[in-house]
């Protein structure tokens, strides 16, 4: 077994931060995105990736490199802890038989032979959470639940779920990856923000993935944006059609369209190639200065 920290303390961080999940061993979207903070001027030591650095794309050991040479804080995800216990399945929770079990057989095991010895026993000392205080908000990055890292959480998942989660985390805001959509929802007077991915579309046909801007203003209101990533993405596709995985990933980075929905509920199912849209900021009030049982109402 792999040496793994439970938990990991930023403390309080002034400033935006960004968040972004999944770069799935896409290293054109990873650069895409180092560019991109950098034109926003957010710093490593505010930028949070909750995990999967290695999946469906062709290059997890050059994005391992790129984003330990970032800077950045990266969580564990269940791509990162089986690789470095080096386990017959990424641990995604794919039901066996499905047609996301077959196709992970071909991009883990050549993210098995493609990472150095060394990065994987990086991976196997990511935290499995990080908090951080961003103003009155006592945030949480957690991969896909609390405890159960492979667990997947979605905007269509009961609340009755997030609230378990937020309650175990014991915070304000949870951020969190895993399921590979953005979403950010109101929990009981908690937040639950899903920034997406940026290694694989959002199945929302379109090529462009997800990240998440978190701010904190001067009243103390969260403020949040779901922040689209344009890149060469036809440049990633090549590069896995080049290294052998011609799959249906390698299509779903210029189509939009995952080649499984094994793992989505039905909502989310029904929602496959539908443009994904969001306010241009979300705006929420800190739990204890709100006085409605629907902060929701803060939305501008
Ligand atoms: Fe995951």
Not at 153 to 163: L, M
């Amino acid at each position: 077994m792999t040496t793994m920290q439970d938990r990991y303390d930023l403390g309080a961080i002034n400033g935006a931060v960004m968040v972004f999940g999944g770069p799935y061993g896409n290293l054109q979207a990873t650069q895409a995105l180092r560019k991109r903070a950098e034109e926003l001027g957010v710093p490593p030591e505010r930028i949070i990736c909750t995990g999967d650095v290695a999946a469906y794309c062709a290059e997890p050991q050059a994005v391992v490199d790129t984003l330990r040479e970032w800077g950045v804080h990266v969580l564990m995800g269940n791509c990162e802890e089986s690789l470095a216990d080096d386990a017959d399945d990424c641990g995604c929770g794919f039901a066996v038989g499905s047609q996301c079990a077959i196709l992970s057989e071909d991009w883990y095991g050549y993210c098995r032979k493609a990472l150095s010895t060394e990065a994987r026993a990086w991976m196997g000392v990511l935290p499995r959470r990080i908090h951080l205080q961003l103003g009155p908000w006592r945030a949480a990055v957690i991969h896909g639940g609390a405890e159960i890292l492979n667990r997947f959480i979605f905007a269509s998942t009961p609340i009755e779920t997030k609230r378990e989660e937020v309650a175990h985390c014991d915070a304000d805001l949870v951020i969190a990856g895993h399921c590979g959509i953005p979403f950010t929802q109101f929990v009981d007077g908690a937040v639950w923000h899903n920034p997406g991915v940026i290694g694989m579309p959002a199945n929302d046909g379109s090529s462009e993935v997800w990240w998440g801007l978190l701010q904190v203003d001067s009243e103390g209101r969260l403020r949040i944006e779901h922040q689209r990533l344009r890149y060469d993405h036809l440049a990633a596709q090549e590069s896995m059609r080049r290294n052998g995985l011609h799959n249906g990933y390698a299509r779903a980075l210029s189509c939009g369209l995952w080649p499984s929905m094994d793992v989505l509920p039905p909502t989310e199912r029904a929602q496959q190639g539908a443009p994904l849209s969001f306010p241009a900021e979300w705006v929420f009030q800190a739990r204890d200065a709100c006085d409605s049982a629907d902060c929701t109402s803060q939305i501008v």
